[in-house]
């Protein structure tokens, strides 16, 4: 009785009635698009805030160095500089280089979270996701951007204990520019991340080229009447782009002498050509998107 059975289960099979013999199951597969990359592009900005939401501590510690810098650097040295400032307090004159700092280390910081990922394995598990790799990168970017961003946002509300006014056009044009600082320092970290495997290592490098980048932006001294190996120095670094358009758009609002504005906020040369802010505003987008695709090159050929 099993016998025939199992010889007719067999005839059915051979006559295509009944379960087939080698049915394949369907797997859909996400389709692909721009709505599909921009999506995870959204998604990778999310994770990124919400890590940054839930450590405390990081927001705590990334705002404790440029307050130092501002509040007690700024005070000790202001009773050595009196008299050479044109009355211009000093931490007002330093303002600019503290929220460069704010940013400077946080967008480098939030880039180095792809070498974390990478050394416990999170980095993998977003690699085989159906999209580009391209999407991780620009998600990675646009999170750290926004981080360092909200991080210079604390700092710029500082402005009035050190004699900057709360003027709203002057606001909202240092914070345009500290976006556009954020995302192109996110994107130099990104790029120093993509072949590094060990945080260790991620963390040596960018602490030999961040202090430099910071000293040679002009963020402590005017960039007017240098000597030329250091006025060379300053032209071919990034960082002194940014950090001159946000101390002239503090400088155009304070209540200062010409001569002041003159001496503390020379603006940036080219060969006794003054450059305008708009153009230095060029140059941060072109190192940023510049060095966002070297880190989207470097990312595919790492991994």
């Known amino acids: 009785m099993a016998v025939s059975e199992d010889q007719a289960l067999i005839d059915s099979r051979r006559a295509g009635e009944g379960p087939r013999a080698h049915e394949v199951a369907r797997v859909r597969v996400p389709e692909t698009g721009m709505a599909h990359e921009l999506r995870a592009v959204k ?24 307050v130092l810098f501002l509040f007690v650097l700024g005070t000790g040295l202001s009773q050595l500089t009196t008299g050479t ?102 994107a130099f970290g990104i790029m120093a991340a993509a072949r590094i495997k060990s945080f260790q290592a991620f963390m040596a490098l960018t602490q030999m080229l961040l202090m430099p980048l910071f000293f040679l932006s002009g963020a402590l001294f005017p960039l007017g009447n240098l000597p030329s190996w250091l006025r060379l120095l300053t032209r071919v670094n990034p960082l002194t782009y940014a950090v001159d358009p946000i101390r002239r758009s503090v400088f155009a609002h304070l209540d200062v002498s010409a001569h002041a504005r003159e001496v503390l906020a020379p603006g940036l040369t080219w060969g006794g050509w003054r450059v305008p802010i708009y153009l230095e505003l060029v140059v941060v987008a072109a190192f940023g998107i510049g060095m966002l695709m070297i880190g989207v090159a470097e990312f595919r050929r790492a991994e």
């Open 85 to 186: 400032t044109q009355g211009v307090n000093l931490r007002t004159f330093m303002f600019p280089g503290a929220l460069a700092m704010t940013v400077l280390f946080t967008s480098v910081f939030s880039a180095g979270s792809i070498v974390w990922d990478r050394e416990f394995g999170f980095l993998r598990e977003m690699l085989v996701a159906p999209i580009s790799r391209a999407s991780i990168v620009v998600g990675k970017a646009l999170g750290g951007a926004t981080v360092a961003t909200f991080q210079g946002v604390v700092i710029l509300a500082m402005a009035g204990l050190v004699g900057v006014p709360y003027s709203p056009t002057l606001i909202l044009a240092v914070l345009g520019e500290l976006m556009l600082l954020s995302f192109t320092l996110t």
């Open 43 to 66: 998604v990778v900005w999310q994770r990124e805030l919400i890590r940054f939401g839930r450590d405390r501590m990081r927001i705590i510690t990334a705002l404790i160095q440029p």
